[in-house]
Each structure stands twice: as structure tokens, then as C-alpha cells.
């Protein structure tokens, strides 16, 4: 029976009063913070997950920025922007992107608001918040991604453009007051000084959980900038390198501290792509590599010069642009929206629309593949020279140890999950 404005009154005071208790009750604070804590953790989140999440948030602030600069001045993405930088200091992370910054909205023709780029800052912070939608060119959709930064701290501080502030309890943002150390690092290490920039600290973490965090992350970024939508360029600055001892052994190569993709392409009508793969194996610290881009996913192949190489076991045959958890061994990598729970550790047994997924891929890819046939018929010489071949290794040699590299690991096997994705998609691409 109270009126509207007496109401309302009396929810802003009791919505002030539970921000109080946020800042100002360190028991308050604890408390909230540790269900966040294991709210994460249920769905099979650790540290190492936290540089994949941040990166697949920078692609997509990229992706968005991109569509940004085409709407407003028919310009593509300044190359600036196609990096993701990890500063390593004593106790302290840092991950910096120059992607769309967080809550910006663009002009207002664009239609930012609409797209719900004036909330990302409330979707990074309440559970499961998230609208991305593949169809726009994103990969996140379990609002999940950012919240796994508490595993390891308990007040992450974000800086983008004029946003500046820390999140205490997991959940409330609060100003950043000494930010301009941050904001120095994000002008220092910017290629292009028109974009502004994000910058995510993670203070408190010690040296143990650095190397923890960023271990799988340094092994795998050479795939990650081949896989994600729009960063091309991953860069490890200060500290030392972050693999663990037994990672060394496996590769036996410490892995560079910048990872690029930069490819030719081979055939103009279809995206095929050769270029460096920063991947460590028994080749070195990299290797020729082919990646076949569709509209429903990638494959990549590392290529030597007998041709089809296959990846180290360690690296992940199926990806979501950043890497799943599933142990399959098969030699190359496919990247696609597949359906995947929400810590990316597992597939869905026979998911019916992953297997679609699969099958759409292979033919596309073969389409490809084909064309790169073709050309090799036409003349062998040049596609030969273009990937990076021995001068004696003659053209069907070469495309059998293509055929025997996408089969030999699942045929005549026990087929789990993943295995039987692959088997799909490879029929579809041979057929």
C-alpha cells in the first residue's frame, strides 16, 4: 500500500546498505567471494584456465571493434589491435588487450546499446550473465570466462579507456585509485596510441601459481593465434619463462616469447593458409604448418618437408578457439563451435549437432583441399616451393602422407568423442 516513491527509497537505501557491507565487513567480503569461488570451481575451472578466458575475451572485444571500424569508417582493423600481451612481474599478472573497450558502444548509429555492449561490465560479474551469440563472429556463452580470475585473486582491477576500478567480494566494482602505473604499461606497450586499451591485474599471485597459470598457455599459444577470430599475436613480457620443468622435457625447446601467425595464401578462391607454427617438438621450436579455414570451422596440419607432420601429443585435437580438455591423440587440430560444458573439459557423448558440425566442416575443407589438388596437378613446383616441401618429394607422396595423417590415428581404434568427430569429419573431407 506504500507509494512508488517511498518504495523505491526503500530499496535504493538496502541496496546501498548491501554495498556497504561489501566494502566495508571483511567477514562479508570473504564470504561472498568464496561462493564465487566455488561456483567456478564446480564447473571444472582451475588457474590454468584464466589466459584462455581472457583471451577469448579479447578476441571477441576485437571481433567487435573490427565491426565497429567497418560500420563507422569502411576501414579494417587497425593491426594494433590483433594482440594480446601477458606482463609477468614479481606477484603480479597482467593481460592487455586493444580490442573494443569494456562498456563501449560505439557511435549511435551503431547500435551498441541495442547489442548490449553498455553491460559488460554487470555480465563479467554476475554468474552466468552472457549474450554472446555465435552468429555474431563470438565464442563465449557461458558468462563463465572473466569469474575465473578469482581463483587465484581475490581483488582483480580492470582498467579500459576511462573505466578504472577493482572488484571486491567477486562481484562489486569500486574505484582504482593508484591506476596510473597500469595506465602507463597499456600506453608502453601499445603498437597503435589511437586505440585506448584494457588492462586486467591480477596482484597476490606468487611465482608457483604464475608458472601454474601460464604453463599450457605458453605451449599452446602458437595454436591459439591461428585459432582465434581475430588476434593474431601473443606476447610474454618480463619475468621468466613459464613452463614447468616436465613441459621442457616434452618439447625439449624453450618456446619463444612472442607467437605470431603470419600466413600466405595459397589459394585465392578458398582460405588456405601456410605459415611459421609456434609449436615446440622434435622439429625445433617451430614448424611449417597448413590451416584450412571454412565457415563452420579450421583444420591444421603441421607440415615438414616430407610432408604431413603430425602435432605433439599435448596439443588438443578439438578446439573452441581456445583449447578443450579432451586427450584425444590424432595428430592435427580442429577448430570449431562445437558444444562443449561449460569448463571446456568435455564433449557431449554423439552429440547429434556436433557431428552435423563435423560433417559440414569436412566437406568444406575438401572443397579446399581440392582446389589446392588441382593447383598441384597444374603445377607441382609452385605449391611444392609455396609449402615449404623438400625439392624431391614428388606430388602423390606427398598428398598420401595427407590421407595417412588424417586416418592413421582412429582407424581399426576404440572411438571416444572426439574420435568420432574426427572420423566424420575426415569421410566428409575425403568424400
Request: with cysteine.
Given at each position: ?294 565457415e563452420h570451422g ?27 580438455k579432451e586427450k ?36 568444406e575443407v575438401g ?65
Amino acid at each position: 500500500g506504500k507509494d512508488e516513491s517511498a518504495q523505491r527509497d526503500e530499496l535504493s537505501k538496502a541496496v546501498q546498505a548491501l554495498a556497504d557491507c561489501l566494502v566495508e565487513d571483511p567477514d562479508s567480503q570473504q564470504r561472498v567471494l568464496s561462493a564465487v569461488k566455488a561456483k567456478v570451481s564446480q564447473f571444472e575451472y582451475d588457474c590454468g584456465a584464466i589466459p584462455f578466458e581472457l583471451f577469448q575475451n579479447a578476441d571477441d572485444a576485437t571481433v567487435e571493434l573490427g565491426q565497429i571500424a567497418v560500420h563507422s569508417r569502411d576501414e579494417q582493423l587497425p593491426p594494433g589491435a590483433q594482440r594480446f600481451v601477458v606482463e609477468v612481474s614479481p606477484d603480479t599478472l597482467r593481460f592487455l588487450h586493444w580490442g573494443r573497450p569494456v562498456n563501449a558502444r560505439g557511435p549511435v548509429e551503431f547500435g551498441g546499446e541495442e547489442r548490449g555492449f553498455g553491460r559488460d561490465l554487470e555480465k563479467m560479474l554476475i554468474l552466468f550473465e552472457s549474450d554472446k551469440e555465435p552468429s555474431k563472429g563470438l565464442t563465449g556463452k557461458f558468462g563463465l570466462g572473466f569469474k575465473s580470475v578469482f581463483l587465484v585473486c581475490d581483488r582483480p582491477r580492470l582498467l579500459s579507456d576511462r573505466l578504472s576500478l577493482e572488484i571486491v567480494a567477486g562481484i562489486l566494482p569500486e574505484s582504482w585509485p593508484n591506476a596510473q602505473e597500469a595506465r602507463d604499461a597499456l600506453n608502453r606497450l601499445a603498437e597503435f596510441h589511437r586505440l585506448p586499451g584494457t588492462l586486467i591485474e591480477l596482484p597476490g599471485v606468487s611465482d608457483r601459481q604464475q608458472a601454474e597459470l601460464l604453463g599450457r598457455f605458453q605451449e599452446l599459444a602458437g595454436v591459439l593465434v591461428v585459432f582465434g577470430q581475430a588476434i593474431r599475436s601473443v606476447e610474454m613480457v618480463g619475468g621468466t619463462n613459464a613452463l614447468a620443468e616436465d613441459s621442457l622435457q616434452k618439447s625439449q625447446a624453450i618456446l619463444p616469447r612472442r607467437f605470431t601467425w603470419k600466413p600466405s595464401v595459397i589459394c585465392r578462391c578458398v582460405e588456405v593458409e601456410y605459415g611459421q607454427l609456434a609449436v615446440a617438438g622434435e622439429w625445433g621450436t617451430e614448424t611449417g604448418a597448413l590451416c584450412v579455414r571454412s565457415e563452420h570451422g579450421a583444420l591444421l596440419m603441421a607440415l615438414g618437408p616430407d610432408g604431413f607432420r603430425a602435432l605433439p601429443d599435448r596439443i588438443p585435437t578439438l578446439w573452441v578457439t581456445a583449447p578443450t580438455k579432451e586427450k584425444a591423440r590424432l595428430g592435427f587440430a580442429l577448430n570449431g563451435r562445437f558444444a562443449i560444458d561449460a569448463g571446456r573439459t568435455k564433449l557431449p557423448g554423439n552429440d547429434r549437432t556436433n557431428l552435423d558440425l563435423a560433417q559440414n566442416m569436412g566437406a568444406e575443407v575438401g572443397e579446399a583441399l581440392s582446389e589446392l589438388f588441382d593447383r598441384s596437378r597444374a603445377d607441382w613446383g609452385i605449391v611444392r616451393r609455396q609449402l615449404g616441401l623438400a625439392a624431391d618429394l614428388t606430388r602423390d607422396a606427398f598428398w598420401r602422407s595427407i590421407w595417412l595423417g588424417l586416418t592413421e590415428q582412429w582407424l581399426g581404434k576404440h572411438r571416444d568423442a572426439v574420435a568420432a568427430l574426427a572420423r566424420e569429419f575426415v569421410l566428409a573431407l575425403l568424400r
